[in-house]
């Protein structure tokens, strides 16, 4: 089995040993064959691209070709122990209905996406008057797939008025290393977010 992504290892750490998971935008299936094997997982993977489809059919794993746009109707709740979405929210058109969805479908959710608040992004806008691109978020203003770039703090302050609770949240650098920087001021320094999370009582 190939070496995950770091960031799909980090994501892998908080999975629990024998849980029920759906992975959103699943991509080739690599995190899912992993907690599959290591973890001994079950569930389901949405893609849309048919592509990585085949190549999740090719390892034997559950995947469904899904817009997530379209919401998470086919499932019932409580369908999952966790739902994991990596570098997906920010490229769907509600973000706040999908976390809804996220955690009517299971009890806990994990999403990683790319920080607009590094300083890096700050720079390109404010001094240099351009669309800011970093390493984390490569795209051009007119060809990304990206159309709700947000912040840590936007995140947080959406998690809050959805009475969503955060439990647990770690920043990484755009080669996806954890930065001392980051854990000073992660709005600032960190490139890449990952959150863990779950209803408030």
């Given at each position: 089995m190939s070496e995950l992504r770091t960031d799909l290892q980090m994501v892998a750490d908080w999975i629990h040993p024998g849980a029920r998971v759906l992975d959103l935008g699943c991509g080739d299936g690599s995190l899912l064959a992993y907690l599959?094997?290591?973890?001994?997982?079950?569930?389901?993977?949405?893609?849309?691209?048919?592509?990585?489809?085949?190549?999740?059919?090719?390892?034997?794993?559950?995947?469904?070709?899904?817009?997530?746009?379209e919401?998470?109707?086919?499932?019932?709740?409580?369908?999952?122990?966790?739902?994991?979405?990596?570098?997906?929210?920010?490229?769907?058109?509600?973000?706040?209905?999908l976390l809804d969805e996220m955690l009517r479908v299971a009890e806990e959710g994990i999403v990683t996406f790319p920080n607009f608040a590094h300083w890096r992004l700050r720079y390109d806008h404010s001094v240099r008057g351009r669309?800011?691109?970093?390493?984390?978020?490569?795209?051009?203003?007119?060809?990304?797939?990206?159309?709700?770039?947000?912040?840590?703090?936007?995140?947080e302050e959406l998690c809050h008025t959805m009475n969503i609770r955060l439990i647990q949240r770690q920043v990484m650098s755009h080669d996806l290393k954890r930065l001392r920087m980051a854990q000073w001021r992660p709005n600032l320094?960190?490139?890449?977010?990952?959150?863990?999370?779950?209803?408030?009582?």
């Open positions: 599959h094997a290591q973890r001994q997982v079950t569930g389901y993977g949405l893609e849309i691209d048919p592509d990585k489809i085949v190549s999740c059919i090719a390892s034997g794993l559950n995947v469904l070709q899904t817009d997530l746009d919401g998470l109707s086919d499932f019932e709740a409580d369908s999952f122990d966790q739902v994991i979405m990596t570098q997906t929210l920010q490229a769907v058109r509600r973000p706040d209905k669309m800011p691109r970093s390493e984390a978020l490569s795209y051009r203003w007119y060809e990304t797939p990206n159309i709700h770039l947000c912040t840590l703090r936007d995140f320094f960190g490139e890449v977010a990952m959150y863990r999370f779950r209803r408030a009582d």
